[in-house]
């Protein structure tokens, strides 16, 4: 996450590769460097080579870290390899993470939706893990388009209370993503700061500089972060429960879904993305 010390950090990167525009080399390495400090070492190589040259003018970089330990951590000597279905009926073997304890869950026509919330330390923030999860191997692509439908979903039917679960598995997530933006930007509209008529040489003396390229790199890990919950998990499996009628909810992430991690709080959303296969990041 973005602090005060952090975000000067950036702005000193910007001026001190303006001063270094005539050693490209020199200027990429150290906005590597400074994206690799930044995330903690998860993002590397931010720029790839080539990437600066005599005619770069002006880097402007942006990090995002953040680390969190489950409220309610999982027993990794219960995370054991089960099938995760893919695309074409096929299938990989994957860790995959349990528990018995309650958990949020919300249950909706053709989908269900996972909390996962993180421990909070002393800030204003509070941020949760979401997993959307289509109830059809195949329906990933429908439930994105009813989210992207629908303005305030993610104010009204994020679950709230905890219910009892039955099967409860998720993947273990090592997620490694990196794409050059600018033409998607370009098709979703966003144009002008890639033109010399657009905002950006407002913001040194040079009327005709414009943007040539957008990097973006991203790591996300999920895991057990520890072995806290071994006590409780193994008492939950007891005998004694057959005497609980109680309706538990299944919740078995073995196929694609989304993901987002959130600020309960003001309810921005730090990262989203979707897994079609854990083990092709």
Request: hydrophobic share 40%.
């Amino acid at each position: 996450m973005a602090d005060r010390e952090s975000k000067s950090k950036q702005k000193r990167m910007i001026l001190e590769t303006i001063s270094n525009q005539t050693k490209p080399a020199e200027a990429l390495k150290e906005v590597n460097l400074w994206a690799e400090k930044e995330t903690n070492g998860l993002i590397k190589n931010l720029l790839p080579p080539g990437s600066v040259n005599d005619l770069t003018v002006l880097i402007g970089a942006n990090a995002l870290y953040f680390k969190g330990a489950w409220e309610e951590q999982f027993d990794i000597s219960y995370t054991e390899d089960n099938d995760f279905h893919i695309q074409n009926c096929n299938s990989v073997k994957v860790p995959f993470m349990t528990s018995c304890e309650e958990q949020f869950i919300g249950v909706f026509d053709d989908f269900k939706i996972l909390r996962l919330p993180f421990e909070q330390g002393g800030g204003k923030r509070r941020f949760s893990f979401y997993l959307f999860l289509p109830d059809a191997e195949d329906g990933l692509l429908d439930l994105i388009e009813k989210l992207a439908s629908e303005f305030e979903f993610l104010q009204h039917k994020l679950p709230s209370r905890k219910v009892k679960v039955g099967t409860f598995r998720i993947p273990r997530l090592n997620i490694s993503f990196e794409l050059e933006t600018s033409s998607m930007l370009k098709e979703l509209g966003v144009v002008l700061p890639f033109s010399d008529i657009g905002g950006v040489a407002k913001m040194v003396d040079n009327e005709s500089l414009v943007v040539s390229k957008i990097f973006h790199k991203s790591f996300i890990e999920v895991n057990e972060a520890g072995t806290e919950a071994a006590a409780a998990t193994f008492e939950c499996m007891g005998f004694g429960l057959c005497l609980d009628d109680t309706p538990r909810i299944e919740f078995v992430a073995d196929h694609p879904f989304l993901f987002l991690i959130r600020d309960d709080l003001s309810g921005t959303v730090l990262f989203i993305g979707q897994v079609l296969n854990p083990l092709d990041m």
